[in-house]
């Protein structure tokens, strides 16, 4: 019955805001406001051009340090080392998970059976 009256309620609603926007004439033109014309307005009077800034040059960027193939091994490994770490931590709080679930279902079970047997005496 709910759904109902939502559904016709916004068919009334849907026909109302019909009825607010009809036009006669097809053809008739837009206007769309924008923010370019405010904009250009505003910067009319600037008469002033940009000014470089000497400190701003790529020229003070440092070179990366070299990184030999060893040290890279050792990045590898240790990223190795971690990625282990992490899914066995993943694997052990799974099983955790798994183990409190199966406690629950096991007390659940024992209620199950208690209430059983309370109901039979």
């Not at 026909?15 to 097809?26: F, I, P, V």
């Not at 924008?34 to 003070?60: F, S």
């Not at 629950?104 to 059976?113: F, N, P």
């Amino acid at each position: 019955m709910k759904k109902f009256t939502r559904l016709a309620l916004l068919g009334a609603a849907t026909a109302a805001l019909a009825a607010c926007g009809s036009s006669d004439d097809a053809s008739s033109d837009l206007e769309v406001d924008t923010v370019e014309i405010p904009a250009d307005e505003a910067l009319e009077p600037v008469t002033e051009e940009p000014v470089a800034d000497p400190a701003a040059t790529l020229d003070a960027v440092e070179e990366p340090a070299a990184v030999d193939s060893e040290t890279a091994n050792e990045a590898a490994d240790a990223a190795e080392n971690v990625a282990a770490a992490v899914e066995a931590a993943e694997a052990a709080e799974a099983a955790a998970a798994a183990d409190a679930a199966a406690a629950a279902d096991a007390a659940e079970a024992a209620e199950t059976a208690n209430a059983l047997a309370a109901e039979e005496e």
